[in-house]
Nanobody, 123 residues
Framework: QVQLVESGGGLVQAGGSLRLSCAVSGRTLRAYVMGWFRQAPGSEREFVAVVSRSGNTYYPDSVKGRFTISRDNAKNAVHLQMNSLKPEDTALYYC?????????????????WGQGTQVTVSS
């Protein structure tokens, strides 16, 4: 059974930075495509970033140039560095693991999910 545990969320002022981490247990990280999603109250879950098994990354325009996803296979961890944060980045951030596509951007493509970590950006 794969388990994902997020950490690193918190309250930050606009323009600030946070680094989210996702610890993966139960199976080697190398087996998965890893992604980050976020969900604000009343909104659908939104794709934020993905890193393939080989390290290729992809971002939506809303975070491109501000967010960076990385994976550390040796430590079974995935990170999301978030810079120049905006109030609209406020959401519950989820880590997810996919066993299929090389680059997966839809929630339905992911097989395992963490419980989420809250990010709040004040103006």
């Amino acid at each position: 059974q794969v388990q994902l545990v997020e950490s690193g969320g918190g309250l930050v002022q606009a323009g600030g930075s946070l680094r989210l981490s996702c610890a993966v247990s139960g199976r080697t990280l190398r087996a998965y495509v890893m992604g980050w999603f976020r969900q604000a109250p009343g909104s659908e879950r939104e794709f934020v970033a993905v890193v393939s098994r080989s390290g290729n990354t992809y971002y939506p325009d809303s975070v491109k140039g501000r967010f960076t996803i990385s994976r550390d296979n040796a430590k079974n961890a995935v990170h999301l560095q978030m810079n120049s944060l905006k109030p609209e980045d406020t959401a519950l951030y989820y880590c997810a693991a996919a066993t299929g596509l090389a680059i997966a951007t839809a929630p339905k493509d992911y097989d395992y999910w963490g419980q989420g970590t809250q990010v709040t950006v004040s103006s």
